[in-house]
């Protein structure tokens, strides 16, 4: 059973980088069919999607996210990555990782999330 | 792009019917049949529940259906039941520049 599970620092400071993984176990990411993506909620907040990242390395983002953002494939192909820089609280989100349908759109599979604080 | 446009909350009795409208527009919702709706418990993961308009996925009951009319899609709950307060998200694929959009998000509360 495919499973995602998302790490990195809970707490990062204004105008530093947001660095978090996600790691894939129980499948591959080696897929014609889906990609690879991210979408985080602020507190109290609703969903947002950040962007996601095919298996051949290439990668679409949130227009409002793009200057920020960069989603990428690891080397183990076992993992994916979001980074996002120059953080300000509004950043502070829950961070959830999973898989996106390639052609409907949709996030099937989830993971757990995880909650990033910006605060110095 | 802007948020799809859901009520704040809706409620309704055990056994009774609900709806849930997400409203978009021609670039989003009404010109693709990619509405997809999650269900998330307070401090849970999001799940899938209705993709593709009106698909539901493997495990999710059948009192779960979703439907779409010009640029507003729906979620109806019928023969509501305890287990389904949470909130509710609508997502409409808006083209290549954005391929996800999500809506503003709605309380069911069952009374």
Redesign the interface.
């Known amino acids: 059973q495919l499973q995602f599970q998302e790490s990195g620092p809970g707490q990062v400071k204004p105008s530093e980088t947001l660095s978090l993984t996600c790691s894939v176990s129980g499948g591959s990411i080696s897929s014609s069919t889906y990609n690879w993506g991210w979408?985080r909620q602020p507190p109290g907040k609703?969903?947002?999607?950040i962007g996601?990242v095919y298996y051949s390395g290439a990668a679409?983002y949130?227009?409002s996210l793009r200057s920020r953002v960069t989603i990428s494939i690891g080397t183990s192909k076992k993992q994916f990555s979001l980074r996002l820089s120059s953080v300000t609280a509004a950043d502070t989100a829950v961070y959830?990782c999973g898989r996106l349908?390639n052609y409907?759109?949709?996030?099937?599979v989830?993971?757990?999330?995880t909650t990033v604080t910006v605060s110095s | 792009?802007s948020?799809l446009t859901q009520p704040r909350s809706v409620s309704g009795s055990p056994g009774q019917s609900v709806t849930i409208s997400c409203t978009g527009t021609i670039s989003d919702v009404g010109a693709?049949n990619?509405v997809?709706w999650?269900q998330q418990f307070p401090g849970k993961?999001?799940?899938?529940m209705i993709?593709?308009v009106n698909k539901r996925?493997s495990g999710v009951p059948d009192r779960f259906s979703g439907s779409k009319s010009g640029n507003t899609a729906s979620l109806t709950i019928s023969g509501l039941q305890a287990e389904d307060e949470a909130d509710y998200?609508c997502?409409?694929?808006a083209g290549?520049?954005?391929?996800?959009?999500?809506?503003?998000?709605t309380k069911v509360t069952v009374l």
């Open positions: 979408i609703g969903l947002e999607w996601g679409y949130n227009p959830y349908s409907n759109y949709y996030m099937d989830w993971g757990k999330g | 792009q948020a693709y990619y997809s999650y993961v999001p799940k899938l993709h593709d996925p998200y997502c409409s694929y290549s520049y954005t391929p996800y959009v999500f809506g503003t998000g």
